[in-house]
């Protein structure tokens, strides 16, 4: 049996860090390859009484076919709550629900890509966008990005060079992978370049509110311009990802498309998810629970960093992010972080080796470290595992 | 502000349904143009029993991210009840959990269509399959469809001639609109050719157990060949559509593609969702609320029958499906659908005029009406209005 394929599906491989995710399987692996949110801070039991609420009060329309861009009133909550916390203007009308916001990385890639068109990210970037657009078949031109976000003169140049660079995707807030977050300058400057090439920019945000410490910086949605600017949101991380609830914004004329494509794609996201989810925001709002996400992270954040100065050899450099899920950590040019995984998966911990996060390969030096889903012993535990393969590995 | 879309975008279209049925919101309407399964046919009270045991003893479980393929006891259950209800012998390992068989339909133009390569299909075809292929582009090639399925003999020649052609999708039982089930000797012939031509089969089966009277036909995934029938199911129309939980059977190299593109479209479908569904079928099961369905659409469907019988003029005729939700009308050639569709509004009743399910157009004198939605009486009463203005069309 040999069926003819779409060209497309050459590209196409399972997520690296799913297989590796694979490997870790076994409890006694000490994992921090992993992204998931840690689930002892997901509402069950609040859900659980907002869901027999939606079912005996409005079951018939709660389990019927629904519009495609989504639950009116969860719409309206989630305009009135990006326009409170992070002081953009939309409107619910400019608001898609999605089945996660992985599913407005891959509505942006058949909206906006042919094949051989560029997309413009940072470098690293997140592996799922780029899994997402490769369906696509881009080219994806890799933005010089240091800590503070995308190198400004770099961008600029790009655009002038590549007449057929389609959109620049961002990830400005506690980076997946690097946990950077981008300055206001950064932003701006990339915001003057949007307008001036007349080029979408696409705002992924899953880690905003999960901020620790220090102060929220705008988001590009709110910034002069923003009609440029299709906003990812999710549910994922400051309620639970197992619904798989999340949303876009964008302006009418895109808006529209996505819409289309929704329609086409899967119809709309479960009329039963939205609703259990516009029932616990009216009844609880999301303050208490990110609260308590953020006071987790921030204590596992705090013990991932003070182990790893505690054990980790000289030479080898982090990122310290002030929100998130992750950081990332730079060794020796001279180790290959894909053959530390082995010897570290013989001592039972994992990572994520950080190629993976470069469209266009490269930088096999680099890892990421996950600290929101292990225990304080846990993660002590593997940052001393993780040392001592390190330390063997510089001798 | 001008975005450049990618090329696919120009083809993509609001489904005209959905725009009709905009046209069809005021309560006063009678619609028959909607394709929405009985809302009184919804366990409602039943599934609230099963969500709060899922909470409560697997909250955590439930509401986290979980693996790309599905729910596994809930693939199980899938490839068992296949099995011993529709007489195929798939394993588990075979089943995709699916955001509705809409998201399998999409799946299937990203993983087999490049631009310019032919779908074959019936004629008529089911309209949200033309919209989910369109995103990739296609050519359509409408193959000679009777009352009792595709005709073999012109499926042959178009596959003798047609070098590009990359699958065939059908609608075997109680098909979306006509009503019409295919014959054994039909399928029979389709899988000869399938096997001989070596190209998948796309079996879209949302209605196969919704059967009013006859004898059940055995679907293409149970005949010899099924290893190139990929089968797409759904719980949309036997239990409840606004979950948007449907699955997918594949052979294992197909299956690794659908795998490998749902990871990159939306990781997965919602995890709370599937351990609901499990629950449910491991408490309830289908058959009676399947039964309910049956005994309710049977009557509505007699109804409707009954009614066009003595109210609709001479020169008329439509099909008489054993089970399903749609029945098709013919009306002289002389008369336009979508013009009688307007004096029909103005009546206060509606319907889908049949030119939308042709990919490639014509067919204006043919119309879809769905008799699952609406009560006895509203059944009776649209008929009658439907049947003064054509009486006053055909004049």
New interface residues.
């Given amino acids: 049996?040999?069926?003819?394929?779409?060209?497309?599906?050459a590209g196409?491989?399972?997520?690296e860090i799913?297989e590796i995710l694979k490997l870790t399987q076994r409890p006694e692996v000490i994992s921090f390859a992993g992204g998931?949110?840690a689930?002892?801070t997901?509402p069950?039991?609040d859900?659980?009484g907002v869901?027999?609420r939606v079912?005996?009060e409005d079951?018939?329309?709660?389990?019927?076919?629904?519009p495609?861009e989504g639950f009116p009133p969860l719409r309206q909550a989630i305009a009135d709550r990006m326009n409170t916390k992070l002081g953009t203007a939309v409107e619910s009308s400019e608001i898609l629900i999605?089945?996660?916001s992985?599913?407005g990385l891959?509505f942006t890639g058949?909206?906006?890509?042919?094949p051989g068109?560029v997309v413009l990210c940072e470098s690293p970037t997140y592996l799922?966008a780029i899994?997402?657009f490769?369906?696509?078949e881009p080219r994806f031109v890799e933005i010089e990005t240091d800590d503070d976000g995308m190198v400004v003169s770099d961008l600029e140049r790009r655009l002038t060079e590549i007449p057929n660079a389609?959109f620049i995707y961002v990830i400005p807030d506690f980076q997946n992978p690097s946990g950077n977050t981008w300055s206001l300058e950064r932003r701006q400057g990339v915001m003057d370049l949007a307008r001036r090439f007349?080029i979408?920019v696409i705002e992924d945000s899953p880690y905003a509110e999960v901020r620790f410490e220090g102060q929220s910086v705008p988001p590009l949605k709110s910034l002069e311009g923003n009609?440029?600017v299709v906003f990812l949101g999710t549910f994922?991380k400051v309620f639970?990802?197992?619904?798989?609830l999340g949303w876009l914004s964008a302006?009418p004329?895109?808006f529209q498309?996505y819409?289309?494509?929704k329609?086409?794609?899967?119809?709309?996201?479960?009329?039963?998810?939205q609703m259990q989810l516009a029932g616990y925001l009216e009844t609880y709002g999301l303050d208490r629970n990110i609260q308590g996400v953020i006071n987790l992270y921030r204590t596992r954040r705090d013990v991932m960093l003070r182990a790893m100065e505690e054990e980790f050899p000289a030479g080898i450099s982090w990122t310290r992010p002030e929100g998130g899920m992750f950081l990332w950590v730079t060794l020796p040019e001279n180790l290959n972080a894909r053959e530390i995984l082995e010897l570290c998966l013989v001592e039972d911990v994992a990572f994520v080796p950080g190629g993976a996060f470069f469209p266009n390969g490269g930088h096999e030096n680099t890892l990421r470290m996950n600290y929101s889903t292990s225990s304080k012993e846990r993660i002590e535990e593997g940052v001393k595992r993780m040392a001592k393969v390190l330390r063997s590995a510089l001798e």
Avoid at 1 to 9: D, F, L
Avoid at 240 to 244: D, E, H, Q
Avoid at 263 to 273: C, E, K, P, R
Wanted: hydrophobic share 40%; with cysteine; glycine share 6%.
């Fill in positions: 049996m040999a069926v003819k394929m779409a060209r497309r599906m196409l491989r399972a997520s799913r998931l949110p689930a002892e997901f069950a039991e859900l659980a869901t027999a079912l005996s079951g018939p329309r709660a389990l019927q076919y629904s495609t999605t089945s996660g992985q599913q891959d058949k909206i906006l890509l042919d068109d799922g899994n997402a490769k369906a696509y389609r007349e979408p009609e440029w994922s639970c990802p197992g619904l798989r302006a004329e895109l498309k819409v289309f494509v329609q086409a794609a899967d119809l709309h996201t479960s009329t039963l998810g």
